[in-house]
């Protein structure tokens, strides 16, 4: 993955260039996590280890975590709970966490290059873009932060809720994670709004 996209807009007189993504969309419990992310565009050897979080294994994403946080001029995250998530569906949570995320950067960004998602809008100058956690190297990174960050948060419910067992599959509806919720019904993390949980509620 290269830096073409920031280094135009690096070439336009914009400094700082953050990249958005997000991670846990589909699951059936636990929050959905964005991350903000200004690279270093003089760490020319990082770009190359980039690619979106769905297309590179759990070790690499974990490898490579260290190098995005020591070598990027800013990071940050932000997340929408699953209570935000029945509250206001996923679409308005999602960008809750993604607007979270981009606030919480100590250095701000004069230019925001995002996965796209309809009627995100923010106040700085930013493109959202589609499928760009496999095209821009700033939102490629944001995508591996994002993701081993909720990864961590669903370890850490994991010793809350021992039974649904978060830890091996994170939220999403696998059968053993569906065999549960049959047996023990959901707890609190669990998106009451999602099937089959709706459905168990009525």
Known sequence: MNYD???NLINQGYEFICGIDEAGRGPFAGPLVSAAVVLDPLNTELFGLLNDSKLVSEKHRKAILPMILCKAKSWSIGAASSYEIDKHGLS???KIAMKRAWKYLSLKPNFILSDYMAKLVFETPYELIKSGDKKVAS???ASIVAKVFRDRMMDAF???YPEYGFESHKGYGTQFHRDQLEWLGPCDIHRKSFEPIK???L
């Open 5 to 7: 996209y920031e280094q």
């Open 92 to 94: 308005y949570a999602n």
């Open 139 to 141: 939102i490629a990174a």
């Open 158 to 160: 994991a010793k809350k």
């Open 199 to 201: 459905a168990k509620l």
